[in-house]
């Protein structure tokens, strides 16, 4: 194998991986945002979500397009459930909104486990061959993946930028009280963008779904992943979570290709101090007011 | 009931609770009440820890990685042959050192910032026992860890171990309560009520949550190493991010405002798991549920129950006097 | 003798200067008033005198000491103490609780004491009980602090600060939101504090009848600038002041 072609395969898994981690943490800083919630909880709906896809396209046959829509769909709606049952009682509790979100996870996780059992499960590929560049393949599955999360970051942004939600969202983001007054119904912005958040994670757990093999206890590291993200990037901005997430992915994929998984976690974690020591409010991160 | 009766009392209840514990090998129907008994205590210290870290206000989600790096450390020790009474503490100390340096980085910034770096340390402490294979055993962990002995007496069983465990547990206990009455607990409880304040009253507020993150760590790491002589045994998947959870959930169950809290929730959580050991999904299911009943009904916990039903005879007794005397 | 010396003092956030260049001094057995329109930085001032906040630029010496930029923490330790605009307490412990917090960071020797005598909670709850005479709530002294009246609250604040035994004292806006009786009684604690205590003190106060009736001195902020430093008397007939104050138009008229 040529060094080209090993460094083409870890620059597309960087970036793939990447690409998943920032729909993650792009979802996980707009709970944060909007709801004061460090979800950890997270990473459990991307797996509800991969879970669901396997079950539907690859056990039962189902079309690719009516399984995306209905493994999101109902990881959305169980996400509504969630957000009206519990998370609704902690927003702008932030120790106690984290805590409950572990008790959250725990229960989603372990429901999972005894409905669907432990062993992990795979999923055929949705598309295969490779597209070769200048001598270099990459292979579509991936390529696929980073394609399908870019689309959906972008939508987000035109979401988050251009519509009255979106406005919305930001407003109450910046700060809930003012929104109120100004008329913005908190009560409908704080449902939307944790189904947003958690549409988002079922969405990253779908793409991953044929790359990854699924089982339920694939959730926790990409929670680890998002919170990490989001502390690099800044806390509650999108831009950031682009640049933290492709960040995180490439030195995974390259730390891991050329030296080990756990030299690349360790040097994460480097980052996220050197981060928080050297500029707390995060790469992008705007400044929080002081006192 | 006023405050020269309610003392007593409460020393009785404490005195009835440490006989009967102390008793128990003598009226366990079996083996596995001792066993149970002996996890609780080891359960207890590390809620405990936990909970010192809670009283100035921050919440650890890496409690488990601490006991993980005391386990390893006390293990690879003793094995080494060093004696395990000694090796025990080094690993306590170990995980307060280790606690200190990461606090005094970490605890000047928010505390969602310090959740994110305690939750990562512990990944790290797992990923590093999986990857350093040829010194911890990797994915196998270690077997074989020597037993403790003192002066002579080696703590091979059950009943053997289970008096030691208890010593410890009525230590740490003992300590924390004293901690919780000393000015540093009550700094401590001030920093968490209100930092700010706390500040203005002259009190260095990192330094007050490095120390109870440090004390509280090193706790961890002395129990972890207990329960690896206990078990004989430590592997990565000894404590997990989801051993942290539980012990969060005792703390929060049970109650973080003094030292009853972590009691009562160590008596109702640690026979679960035990009981359920068949079906872990379930037992964690009802670990999650009963967490987030808690923080929806009786947020400070079920210890609280009791408090609050004192403290509303304190109040009824306070404003009978204030009316008594504005009346006068 | 000047107890605190303010010297080309700044401090701005991103581009908004809200302390700009001020200078001025407090002298030992002072009542310093300093007023100045909503949002002209007098809090802000405080935070960063106190050491809530760094300074941008300039420097600020306690007792002939630099304590610019230094924690908050350790200038209360030197004898300088503030309270908070907004009533700040701890809300779910007792009164005497709240005052004998207040106590801790002065009388400390070291953070591994008290472990085993109870000798330093009964030193801490006896000076708290005199704190606590002193601004009429010992008959409160067990209840939570949450229970508290507003006007008993805003007194607890001040009694927690005067507890860690401060020789200057720093007020930001003590009287804010209370009725007439309850200031009145409040500039009664004050005046007392003052003349028992020997407390130095300075008062951030947008009522004017409370500053003319206590202070000595006065000093006027707008904008972040220091526009008049006088005696009660001479900063009221000001006309920068009454410009501030009231608009350019009604010193023309
Ligand atoms: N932490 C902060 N970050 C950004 N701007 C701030 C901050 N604190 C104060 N400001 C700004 O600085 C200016 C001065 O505020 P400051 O609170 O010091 O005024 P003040 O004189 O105390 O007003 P008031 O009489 O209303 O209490 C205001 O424009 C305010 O918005
Ligand atoms: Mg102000």
Redesign the pocket.
């Known amino acids: 194998m040529s060094m080209d072609f090993i460094l083409a395969q870890t620059v597309v898994n960087g970036l793939m991986v990447g690409m998943i981690y920032v729909l993650m943490a792009i979802g996980f800083t707009m709970v944060f945002g909007i709801m004061r919630i460090v979800n950890f909880a997270h990473g459990e709906f991307y797996m509800i979500g991969a879970f669901l896809f396997a079950i539907l396209y690859g056990s039962n046959g189902m079309p690719f397009a009516v399984s995306v829509l209905l493994a999101i769909g109902a990881t959305a709606l169980l996400g509504l459930l969630m957000e009206r049952v519990v998370f609704r009682r902690f927003r702008g509790n932030e120790l106690n909104g984290m805590i409950a979100s572990v008790g959250v996870a725990l229960i989603l996780q372990n429901s999972a486990l005894l409905l669907w059992g432990s062993s992990a499960r795979t999923v055929p590929p949705v598309v295969s061959g490779v597209l070769s560049v200048g001598g270099i393949v990459f292979p579509w599955s991936r390529l696929v993946v980073i394609i399908g999360a870019i689309v959906a970051v972008v939508s987000l942004n035109l979401l988050i930028g251009h519509t009255r939600i979106g406005r919305a969202m930001r407003a109450v983001a910046q700060d809930s009280e003012i929104a109120q007054v100004q008329g913005i119904r908190v009560d409908v912005i704080f449902p939307a963008a944790f189904v947003l958040g958690v549409s988002l994670a079922a969405f990253a757990g779908v793409l991953m779904a044929p790359v990854l093999s699924v089982s339920p206890f694939i959730g926790l590291a990409p929670t680890l992943k998002a919170f990490v993200i989001v502390v690099i990037g800044g806390l509650g901005s999108v831009p950031g979570a682009v640049v933290g997430g492709l960040l995180i992915g490439l030195i995974e994929s390259f730390a891991g290709t050329f030296v080990s998984a756990s030299l690349s976690e360790i040097l994460q974690f480097l980052v996220v101090i050197g981060v928080v020591l050297l500029r707390p409010q995060g790469l992008l991160g705007r400044k929080e007011?002081?006192? | 009931m006023n405050p020269s009766t309610t003392k007593p009392m409460s020393y009785a209840a404490v005195a009835v609770a440490v006989i009967l514990a102390v008793l128990l090998p003598w009226f366990a129907p079996n083996q596995f009440y001792i066993h149970l008994a002996t996890v609780g205590c080891i359960n207890l210290m590390l809620v405990l820890g936990l909970a010192i870290i809670a009283r100035a206000g921050q919440l650890s989600m890496g409690h488990g990685g601490f006991a993980l790096v005391g386990g390893y450390v006390s293990a690879l020790l003793s094995m080494k042959g060093w004696p395990p009474l000694l090796t025990l503490f080094i690993a306590g100390l170990t995980a307060a050192v280790i606690a200190a340096a990461l606090g005094w980085i970490i605890l000047r910034l928010r505390g969602v910032y310090f959740v994110l770096v305690a939750f990562a340390f512990s990944q790290i402490a797992v990923l590093l026992a999986l990857d350093m294979s040829s010194i911890t055993g990797g994915a196998n962990g270690l077997v074989g860890v020597p037993p403790i002995s003192i002066f002579g007496y080696v703590l091979r069983a059950k009943p053997q171990f289970y008096p030691f465990a208890l010593v410890c547990a009525l230590a740490t206990l003992l300590l924390t309560w004293l901690l919780y009455r000393s000015p540093l607990g009550t700094m401590m409880a001030a920093t968490a009520e209100n930092q700010r304040l706390t500040e203005s009253s002259g009190i260095d507020t990192h330094r007050v949550q490095v120390i109870a993150f440090t004390i509280g760590s090193g706790i961890a790491g002395f129990a972890g190493a207990l329960s690896t002589h206990y078990l004989r045994f430590i592997s990565p998947d000894s404590y997990t991010f989801w051993e942290s959870v539980s012990y969060l959930t005792m703390l929060v169950v049970g109650g973080r405002d003094g030292v009853l809290g972590p009691v009562v929730g160590v008596l109702v959580l640690t026979p679960l798991p035990e009981l359920l050991r068949s079906t872990e999904g379930l037992q964690h299911i009802i670990y999650g549920t009963m967490l987030v009943l808690c923080l929806m009904f009786v947020p400070n916990g079920l210890a609280s129950l009791v408090q609050t039903w004192r403290s509303r005879q304190r109040v009824a007794r306070t404003t009978t006097a204030v009316v008594a005397e504005e009346v006068t | 003798m000047s107890m605190l010396e303010v010297d080309s003092l700044k401090?701005s956030?991103?581009g908004?200067v809200?302390?700009r260049n001020v200078s001025f001094e407090v002298n030992e057995g002072d009542f310093l008033g300093l007023i100045?329109?909503?949002?002209?930085?007098?809090?802000?001032?405080?935070?960063v005198i106190s050491g809530v906040?760094r300074p941008s630029a300039g420097t600020i010496r306690f007792l002939n000491r630099n304590i610019s930029g230094q924690p908050a923490n350790q200038t209360v330790r030197q004898g300088l103490s503030r309270t908070f605009?907004a009533a700040t307490l701890y809300p779910e412990a007792t009164v005497i609780e709240n005052v004998a917090r207040g106590t801790l960071g002065a009388s400390l020797t070291g953070l591994s004491s008290g472990f085993l005598s109870r000798k330093w909670r009964v030193n801490a709850e006896e000076k708290a009980y005199h704190v606590l005479d002193l601004f009429g709530l010992r008959r409160r002294a067990d209840l939570k602090a949450r229970e508290l009246s507003y006007g008993e609250q805003r007194r607890l604040g001040v009694a927690i600060a005067l507890a860690s035994e401060p020789k200057l004292l720093m007020l930001?806006?003590p009287v804010a939101g209370l009725n007439p009786e309850e200031a009145a009684e409040l500039a009664s604690v004050l005046r007392r504090v003052k003349s028992e205590r020997g407390v130095t003190m300075v008062m951030?106060e947008?009522h004017m009848r409370t500053v003319m009736g206590l202070c000595n001195r006065v000093v006027v902020?707008d904008h972040?600038t220091l526009i008049a430093d006088g005696t009660p008397a001479e900063v009221v007939s000001n006309p920068l002041v009454i410009e501030a104050y009231l608009g350019k138009e009604a010193v023309d008229a």
């Open positions: 007011r002081e006192a | 401090r956030f991103g908004l809200a302390v100045g329109p909503n949002g002209a930085g007098k809090t802000t001032l405080f935070n906040l605009q930001d806006e951030v947008h902020l972040g």
